[in-house]
């Protein structure tokens, strides 16, 4: 019997964000990730417990920005699926990339810039997922494809006025996920 | 002014005009017609079938003669078309009428329409009888071909005003589809090189407008075809019957005598008995499981034919067990710990994340909080009743 493995991940930066395995399959195997995420698929990253902010720490990424697929199941992969990105081939792939640096913030402002080592894998695309250290909705921004060793990042026509802080979920095709702290 | 049907009427004496006795033969006409427009639905009502003959030329070159079957049709307007005798399409025609195509794949639709015409005047009578007029209208027919496509718009056909009789298809056509033909331009033949003949999803066929279908036997049969049909597919039935012990319905093969080998029984006391395998349903009493590994911050899959709405409902029993996997590489620097493990009752939302320790330094420090998977096993228990 062949055992298969879901994968769930962002249908535009192929990022992986959950994996799962079922021992009865269904007699017809879903095209959308609906079945498996709810409402949203929420989504945590490593993070100190002693940091404040940890209690509130998660995004919800809506079905909309996900998608599903099933593979011969892969240990490796199930273990380990947020070390994985979907390729060009359309199969499970570890990250090769080495992680972007902490961007860098334009003073009282929402903009901030992610250095990258390595450009994007071709056609790549990001995805931020914006929400509030004192909890709420998660706030996703969708960008363009992109190229090059720096993305410029400018939310300040969303957030223009107050301060807060915030947590920024950075989704790079080909990159690991990345969570970053911004103070407006 | 309220439009009143009139019914021809005669008083002794009178001098009857033609008119008058035309009257009596259109009044049946035209509620047979409204009959037929209103209680059953247009289309082929037996044969009409196209079949094709494969035939060869003297150096060897193949093509196909059509031939129309003998049957019967009733049109959108109620009018009856009847085809006595079998008839050969004639590729002269279609070649005149339709301008073919150089891709021999194509299908040109061959349609039915039916045309009043004066019959030729009686030649033996003589006399104060003897006349030139006709004393007879033939209810003829014509086959036309179309061009491929020009059957996807027959469900537009203008129905006929609510009062109308048949229409005599002189200034309005009806078109039923009979079938396909195939013409290859390539071979110079003229000939046809295909024929599609209809089936239950390309044909319209005549059927009934009944809100309430009664027997007066106690016992009523729907069939796909008549028991004695000569058809190559199974023929299937369904059949409600009454019986002393309360009767049943049964839906199977239908025999040549007019019996049904039962495929499923529902009893009037709601038993239902299946010779095959009920897919998709979930069986009162038992129980069904899912399990596997999951990631924190996904929902459980149900386990398969469990439908979400009957758990949103609480028409089924969802239990949920999860425990921590912890499958990763351990050493005294990194050695994980779960942090918290459980699955929301209500949604099945996987919570599920672990602690890396350092037990090397003194005291031991914890790492970051980080997620990760979980063995998990869904239990649904569907009730009895």
Redesign the interface.
């Known amino acids: 019997m062949t055992v298969n493995m879901g994968l769930i991940y962002l249908a535009s930066t192929f990022n992986v964000l959950a994996a799962f395995t079922r021992g009865a399959e269904p007699s017809s195997i879903e095209t959308v990730p609906d079945t498996f995420v709810g409402s949203g698929l929420r989504v945590r990253l490593p993070w100190d417990q002693s940091d404040p902010a940890f209690p509130t720490l998660g995004f919800v990424v809506d079905a909309a920005h996900l998608t599903f697929a099933e593979f011969a199941a892969n240990p490796a992969v199930v273990v380990n699926s947020r070390n994985y990105y979907i390729d060009a081939t359309g199969k499970p792939a570890p990250y090769t990339l080495a992680a972007f640096g902490t961007p860098a913030q334009t003073a009282g402002k929402f903009a901030f810039s992610i250095p990258k080592v390595t450009p994007p894998v071709a056609s790549s695309a990001y995805l931020l997922l914006v929400q509030s250290w004192t909890g709420g909705s998660t706030q996703p921004v969708p960008g363009t494809l992109i190229a090059g060793n720096v993305t410029p990042v400018d939310l300040s026509s969303s957030y223009p006025t107050g301060s807060g802080n915030f947590h920024v979920l950075i989704c790079i095709g080909g990159y690991a996920p990345t969570v970053v702290e911004i103070s407006v | 002014m309220t439009t009143l049907e009139a019914r021809p009427a005669f008083y002794e004496g009178e001098i009857l005009p033609a008119a008058d006795l035309t009257a009596t033969v259109d009044y049946a006409r035209n509620q047979m017609a409204r009959h037929a427009r209103y209680s059953h639905t247009w289309g082929i009502v037996t044969g009409l079938q196209l079949t094709g003959t494969s035939t060869a030329t003297s150096s060897g070159q193949t093509y196909m003669t059509v031939t129309l079957s003998p049957g019967i049709a009733t049109d959108g307007t109620g009018r009856e078309i009847v085809v006595a005798d079998q008839v050969p399409l004639d590729p002269t025609q279609f070649a005149l009428t339709v301008a073919p195509q150089a891709d021999k794949t194509l299908q040109y639709p061959v349609f039915l329409t039916g045309l009043d015409q004066n019959a030729p005047a009686a030649s033996t009578l003589t006399g104060a009888c003897g006349t030139s007029l006709p004393t007879s209208i033939q209810e003829a027919y014509n086959i036309v071909f179309g061009a491929p496509g020009s059957d996807q718009s027959l469900s537009e056909q203008t129905q006929p005003a609510l009062t109308d009789g048949p229409d005599d298809g002189s200034s309005v056509t009806w078109k039923i589809l009979l079938g396909y033909v195939k013409w290859d331009t390539s071979t110079g033949l003229n000939q046809f090189t295909g024929v599609v003949p209809l089936d239950a999803s390309t044909g319209t066929y005549a059927g009934v407008n009944a809100a309430t279908v009664v027997s007066p036997s106690g016992s009523l049969l729907l069939a796909t075809h008549p028991a004695n049909a000569t058809d190559s597919n199974p023929i299937l039935a369904v059949q409600i019957k009454e019986a002393s012990g309360g009767g049943s319905l049964v839906f199977g093969k239908l025999t040549s005598t007019g019996t049904i080998v039962p495929a499923v029984t529902i009893k009037s006391t709601g038993d239902v008995i299946a010779t095959g395998q009920l897919?998709?349903a979930v069986t009162p009493g038992s129980v069904q499981?899912?399990?596997?590994?999951?990631?924190?911050?996904?929902?459980l899959?149900?386990?398969?034919?469990v439908d979400?709405s009957a758990v949103a409902g609480g028409t089924v029993t969802v239990h949920v067990h999860v425990s921590p996997?912890i499958?990763?590489p351990q050493s005294p620097s990194a050695f994980s710990l779960p942090f918290e493990c459980f699955a929301d009752p209500s949604?099945?939302?996987v919570s599920c994340?672990v602690?890396p320790w350092d037990f090397t330094t003194g005291p031991p420090t914890?790492?970051?909080?980080?997620?990760s998977?979980c063995d998990y096993t869904v239990i649904v228990a569907v009730p009895a009743s």
């Open positions: 897919s998709g499981v899912q399990s596997g590994i999951a990631f924190d911050g996904m929902t899959p149900l386990p398969p034919g979400p996997r499958d990763m949604t099945r939302v994340r602690q914890a790492g970051p909080v980080t997620p998977h």
